[in-house]
């Protein structure tokens, strides 16, 4: 016997794999089962990805015609039927192109109503985001006005005594009230 023979007795054919059992796949979710046991046998190995079916182009009419057809006697019984198939090529490539003109008038109206909304979009946020503008400039007077005003009253208030700015401040806050009231329902 030869050298490159194996264990199953068959000359040339290395056993380095193991021999997997056929199992016949009985429903769909078991055949992708199977797919993906296969797939992941060896990650390594890239999984095959079939290219996106090209779309059909229906054949371009001939530049030159050879053999027109008349209205004139004497065709033969086998002329009728190269013309119909010349008409029934003829208005497959005129149903493609409208087919094709259609899609693209299609996709032009997506494409303006896109852009249309996309405007429309940014013409609210700017005007949102001037009226948060706004609110934070008025925030920000409110702000300053009511600094001046705490600057202005510390400024008097230090000119006088200092006991009655004391006992002022403890009646505020006694006077103030919680402005909310736990446990209570």
């Known amino acids: ?34 797919k993906l046991e296969r797939l992941m046998r060896n990650p390594d190995k890239p999984a095959p990805i079939p290219d996106r079916p090209k779309e059909w182009n229906p054949r371009a009419p001939p530049e030159f015609v050879r ?55 940014d013409e609210r946020t700017a005007k949102r985001r001037k009226k948060r503008e706004k609110l934070k400039q008025k925030k920000l007077m409110a702000k300053k006005a009511k600094q001046e005003a705490n600057n202005v009253e510390d400024s008097e208030k230090s000119s006088s005594s200092g006991e009655e700015d004391d006992q002022e401040r403890e009646a505020e806050d006694d006077a103030e009230a919680p402005s909310f009231v736990m446990g209570k329902r």
């Open 1 to 34: 016997m030869s050298a490159t023979r194996e264990k199953d007795g068959r000359p040339g054919k290395p056993s380095g794999k193991e021999s997997q059992p056929l199992i016949i796949a009985k429903t769909p979710a078991e055949e992708q089962r199977l």
């Open 67 to 121: 053999d027109v057809m008349g209205s004139s006697a004497g065709a033969g019984s086998g002329e009728f039927h190269v013309y119909r198939h010349l008409r029934r090529r003829e208005y497959q490539r005129q149903d493609f192109l409208d087919k094709m003109t259609e899609k693209q008038k299609m996709d032009l109206d997506y494409l303006d109503k896109v852009s249309d909304n996309q405007q429309v979009a």
